[in-house]
Structures are given as structure tokens and as C-alpha cells.
């Protein structure tokens, strides 16, 4: 039998080289995955009940309430914060309600027992949110237009969902001093 040397550095017997490379494959493969396990780890059960929540919230805007959806989970960076570190602003849902462009924060909790859903949307989100807005606005040429701030409660019951939606919740007058919002820049 005739051996010669591969690439890697192995031996191969040339008559029978694709039943050797097959076990090494295979033989390898398995002792590779057994040292790598490539599942990826179990997610954390608030950002699933997160996820479940805007996927319910997302269904129940579009088939109940009319509205036609542009975007989802819209991402930009907003500035640094205190320490200098990046401030990243999310917003959930991004879509028109007839004429008027509404920004949707959806706020999914397993329970209201303590405090209600939409209470989580305190000033600071409600600015974070806001500065987002108003970035997209600017990205996609649209100012002008009308808009507002929604907020959609998702709290899991035995029988479904119990969702509400909070139109126009909160306004973002509040912010227009800041030098964020000056259109002197």
C-alpha cells in the first residue's frame, strides 16, 4: 500500500482514502462536539415574556386597531451618558395610524399586581424614546408630518393576552428646551 502525507499532516492510505477521511470525520466531528456545544444557551425568561409581549402587541395593532406598520425595533444611537459610555434608544413599533405617525413602546409584565405596565415609561425612557423618534423623523425626511406616543400594555392571562393601548401617552414638549431638540444646531 502506498501512503502519503496530507496537508494537515495525516496519513492517508491512497486505495482506501475516502473510507479513512469518513471515520476521521466523523470520529473527530463527534469528540469536537462533545468538548463545543454549539446549542445556543437558554434565554432568560423576561426578554422571552419581552419578546411574546411585542409580537402579541404587534399582531393586535395591525388586525384590531388598523395600523399599518413601518418598522420594528428601530435602534440608533442617541449620545453618551454620564460616564461617557453610549446611549442606544429603541423603539418598539414604528407605524401610522391613519394619517398620524405613532411611535409604540410596548411594556409586557406577568402581572399588574405591584405597579401598571405603562408606569415603566418614566421620563427618562420617555426622553430616550423621543430622541429616537426624532432621529428617524430626520433619517426619513418626514418632520412635518404628525406624530405621537404610544404606549401598548401586555399583561399573559389564562384565556390570551390582556392588551390595552395608551394613545398618545406622553408628549415630548417637555424636551423641546434641551439642546437635543433646538433646531439651531
Partial sequence: MEFYKRAAGRYYCAARESIFSLRYVSMFSSIKNLFHQTASPARAAHLELGER???????YLKDHEGYRVVAINFRTPVGRGLRGQ????????????GDVLSFVEVKTRSSDEFIAPERAVD?????????AARRYRRLMRISEEQ???DVVTVIPCAGGNQIELLRGYFDDGVFRRSRFFNDDQ
Fill in 53 to 59: 409581549g411585542e409580537r402579541a402587541a404587534l399582531e
Fill in 86 to 97: 453610549k446611549v442606544t434608544a429603541e423603539i418598539d413599533i414604528i407605524a401610522y395610524d
Fill in 123 to 131: 421620563l427618562r425612557k420617555q426622553r430616550q424614546i423621543a430622541r
Fill in 147 to 149: 406624530y405621537r406616543y
